[in-house]
């Protein structure tokens, strides 16, 4: 369905851009598209001023859910795009639903949320952390906001993202099955084996996160090295290592941590959506 002339003003150059005719070959046999399932697609970001290299684009994965997936009572919400509403509602609006979801949705029929970056050196960063993603990296100290696009270099869209972007998947799929679990009464049999298989998800949920925060590590290393961090951040209270390993175990048997709190603010920058 074609995009309002109205609303031509809020599409970007990049939303038209196709990517390249492999990438979209290998992304449709891992991720193919269907009326009952979810599914990623590419999305093209134009440069930005302040970005690692300001004159050079990169390509995102967005998950996008067919409407026949979306309840019913969400569909008001796309209905308008923001600029077409009362100046007092367009604020809310736009915070709920951005003009490039209005647009996937008016003329994809698809509601998308962001899901990967291509940037880095390791195959792309993930667009937004879960709530567990963020209660680990507050108990290390690391910044709980994901890297907005262009804090690296583009990364092509290759075996590397491919991997990541399936492991991502399931972990992602797996937190939303436990979570669901959760509000089931199980007999206690079948209790005992979620427990189980959830404590081997944690277990390998934290050893995947560790692996994919190494370019936050090394960047969090290099700021403590400047002055002006001193200013910024506390030091570190003794014994940190052993109690941040101590709340990894209490993680990974029981699904809590009691002790990880947000001690500091750490802001990135608004990410595209």
């Not at 290390?140 to 092509?156: I, R, V």
């Not at 993202?161 to 509000?183: N, P, T, Y």
């Amino acid at each position: 369905m074609p995009y309002a002339l109205t609303l031509q003003a809020y599409a970007e150059p990049g939303w038209f851009r196709e990517p390249p005719e492999a990438w979209q070959r290998r992304l449709r046999e891992v991720s193919g598209v269907t009326e009952r399932m979810e599914h990623l697609r590419f999305r093209f970001i134009d440069p930005r001023p302040h970005w690692f290299d300001p004159g050079v684009g990169l390509w995102m994965l967005y998950a996008c859910k067919p409407k026949a997936l979306v309840p019913v009572r969400e569909h008001a919400k796309y209905d308008k795009h923001w600029s077409e509403l009362p100046e007092s509602e367009q604020e809310g609006r736009k915070s709920s639903v951005s003009s490039y979801q209005h647009f996937m949705w008016t003329t994809q029929g698809v509601e998308v949320r962001p899901f990967w970056i291509l940037q880095g050196p390791n195959g792309g960063t993930p667009a937004k952390y879960s709530r567990r993603e963020v209660r680990l990296l507050d108990a290390e100290g690391m910044l709980s906001e994901p890297f907005p696009p262009g804090t690296f270099p583009p990364c092509p869209f290759d075996e590397r993202a491919v991997a990541a972007i399936l492991e991502r998947d399931r972990f992602v799929q797996a937190e939303r099955r436990f979570e669901e679990l959760e509000k089931m009464d199980r007999p206690a049999a079948l209790k005992a084996q979620d427990d189980l298989a959830e404590q081997e998800f944690r277990r390998a949920y934290v050893k995947n996160l560790m692996e994919r925060l190494q370019p936050q590590a090394e960047f969090m290393k290099s700021y403590l090295r400047k002055s002006e961090s001193n200013r910024t951040l506390p030091d570190a209270p003794d014994g940190l290592a052993n109690q941040v390993a101590a709340w990894k175990e209490q993680y990974i048997e029981h699904g809590s941590m009691p002790g990880a709190t947000n001690a500091t603010t750490r802001g990135t920058s608004i990410l595209v959506t």
